[in-house]
């Protein structure tokens, strides 16, 4: 889509496949890491709490660079992924790494206050049946616990669509190929383009607002079929 000569298309295309993609592998990765710690107790789930906390508090920048050392050409697993073909760095699977990151804890801290307030009788009245605490989790911890984890992952998918600092450091911003909505907003303010940054914050708003209200409306049908 093009207004006036401005490119809203391809930041837009980028930035949801970025954000949806991040979501879901997160969705996975913290509703598993939830479960695995919600009601325990110790130094060991407290340091792995807050392990899975940290990207929260820690500036994108910070996490963007640790991402570097760790994914990075000459990082800690670069030489092992280029071995495999994989480059993350300047591309957008390296900005869907970035996001990924970013929004985890979003989707963790969720999942895990849900699956806390779970009440333990019913998990417990399907253990005594002989239900695997896998079954458990899938059949009878997970469908309680569904609307706290799909807050987390409403906010987790618009805090991808607007990721900058970490997506930035290890994807770069170049235009069609690692530039979402947040940066090429950056790119047009920096430029002097008021237009085309304003009309990129119109569309980024628009997005943002949008998909929330879907998903509320989401949670509308799903208490009246209830």
Not at 75 to 93: D, Q, R, V
Not at 181 to 204: C, E, H, K
Request: net charge positive; with cysteine.
């Amino acid at each position: 889509m093009d207004l006036d000569g401005i490119s809203i298309w391809s930041p837009l295309e980028l930035s949801l496949r970025v954000a949806g993609t991040a979501t879901l592998v997160s969705f996975v990765a913290a509703t598993l890491m939830a479960w695995l710690l919600a009601r325990k107790k110790g130094p060991m789930p407290a340091l792995l709490d807050a392990l899975c906390t940290l990207p929260l508090v820690l500036p994108p920048t910070v996490l963007g660079y640790y991402l570097i050392l760790l994914v990075g050409r000459r990082g800690l697993l670069g030489h092992w992924l280029a071995e495999m073909g994989i480059n993350l760095i300047f591309s957008w699977k390296g900005a869907v790494v970035a996001a990924t990151v970013v929004v985890f804890p979003l989707i963790y801290k969720s999942a895990r206050s849900a699956l806390e307030q779970v009440d333990s009788h019913l998990e417990n009245a399907a253990r005594t049946l002989g239900a695997s605490e896998w079954r458990v989790f899938v059949s009878v911890s997970l469908p309680l616990a569904w609307k706290g984890i799909f807050a987390g992952l409403m906010l987790a998918f618009a805090r991808g669509m607007g990721e900058f600092g970490a997506t930035l450091m290890i994807a770069g911003n170049i235009p069609g190929k690692t530039q979402t909505l947040a940066l090429a907003i950056y790119d047009a303010f920096q430029a002097g383009n008021d237009v085309q940054a304003t009309w990129l914050v119109i569309v980024t708003s628009l997005a943002c607002v949008s998909m929330l209200m879907a998903a509320e409306l989401l949670l509308k049908l799903k208490r009246r079929r209830r």
